[in-house]
């Protein structure tokens, strides 16, 4: 890899911007390719370097021959988000672990003195209103958010945002009778049944997890299970 | 902030510092490999490395073959697997086989 390229491919991680590296495997000819454009001395065909921008949007490394040898594309996205409203007792559990399967969590808690704490050093911490962050952080497809207040004045606006954002995982924290009255305000603000379907509650799988910490692992494997699984 | 380690920006780190560095890509897999496609490893002109493209199996052998294209600056693809006798040393245990670019750093 050229030192050019080296350097480019560093600086579009940095600025998190989506970026492909293309690289022909006989010659060792590299191609970066970006949402808007291509940089590189690896020459490919208009519908290759379309099919490596459509990897982007998937996430996937692609592999294709060509007439001048294999061409391997390794897709360079920043890392997927979690986004945690609440500054609880399971937060912390749950940002560590977060990250330590890949993401780049968030901590969301508008409550003085809640997320300030040094629990969270090392994470991003916003002391926004929920429905205030989410308009900042804007979730996309590449985003999970959990809600852990068990408070509707914090929860609900974000689970609002995040049913109308395209995240692939929404989660809520609280008993089957809390996340029915939820269900039920959410109805009331226009979320169609279907829409509703989208939020994961009670929050994680079903491991009869009990402290805070196995809590976190139930709802680090369901996020893994949705993202990765099969179903 | 996430705490996978960054393979990529730690032998661009090597590089500025003066080092010899080669990276080493999966770039293809087959039946139960222990990496998924895209696991990296980056390999000093020393000998250090950082990342797996096997959860061990194979590393000797990858980073023996990071420390040739240091040296002569080609890169490389290999291949591992339980059909090639190489592999069958190193021991890809696992039954799967996998396939690796190595490429020095400019």
Redesign the interface.
């Known amino acids: 890899?050229?030192?050019?390229?080296?350097?480019k491919?560093?600086e579009a991680?940095a600025a998190k911007r989506p970026v492909a590296l293309a690289?022909n495997?006989r010659s060792?000819q590299q191609l970066l390719i970006y949402a808007d454009g291509t940089e590189g001395d690896l020459c490919l065909d208009m519908d290759m370097v379309v099919a490596a921008g459509e990897a982007l949007k998937t996430d996937e490394?692609l592999?294709f021959a060509t007439p001048a040898g294999e061409v391997?594309v390794?897709?360079?996205n920043p890392?997927p988000r979690l986004l945690v409203v609440g500054a609880v007792h399971i937060t912390e559990p749950l940002a560590r672990m977060g990250?330590?399967a890949?993401?780049?969590?968030t901590v969301i808690d508008p409550r003085r003195g809640f997320a300030e704490s040094q629990k969270f050093e090392?994470?991003?911490v916003m002391g926004d209103w929920p429905d205030e962050a989410m308009a900042t952080l804007k979730p996309d497809s590449r985003t999970a958010v959990v809600t852990l207040t068990h408070d509707p004045k914090l929860d609900d606006p974000a689970l609002a945002a995040a049913l109308r954002s395209k995240a692939f995982y929404i989660g809520a924290l609280g008993s089957r009778k809390t996340h029915a009255a939820r269900l039920g305000r959410l109805k009331e603000a226009g979320f169609s049944e279907p829409e509703l379907q989208r939020i994961h509650g009670p929050v994680g799988l079903d491991i009869g997890a009990l402290s805070p910490a196995e809590i976190a692992v139930s709802i680090v494997a369901q996020i893994t299970q949705v993202r990765r699984g099969d179903s | 902030?996430?705490?996978?380690t960054d393979v990529?920006?730690e032998?661009?780190a090597w590089?500025k510092s003066g080092k010899g560095v080669a990276?080493a890509?999966v770039?293809?897999t087959w039946g139960s490999s222990p990496r998924p496609?895209?696991s990296q490893l980056a390999v000093d002109d020393k000998g250090k490395f950082v990342g797996s493209v096997s959860g061990g199996c194979i590393e000797g052998a990858v980073i023996k073959e990071a420390l040739e294209a240091i040296a002569d600056g080609k890169?490389r693809?290999l291949d591992f697997g339980v059909s090639n006798e190489q592999a069958w040393e190193v021991g890809l245990a696992c039954g799967g086989k996998v396939q690796v670019?190595v490429?020095?750093?400019?």
């Open positions: 890899m050229k030192s050019a390229t080296l350097d491919l560093q991680r690289t495997l060792g490394h592999r391997f390794q897709v360079f890392p990250a330590l890949g993401y780049g969590v090392g994470f991003a | 902030m996430t705490s996978e990529l920006s032998a661009a590089r990276l890509t770039v293809t496609v895209g890169s693809l670019y490429e020095k750093l400019g």
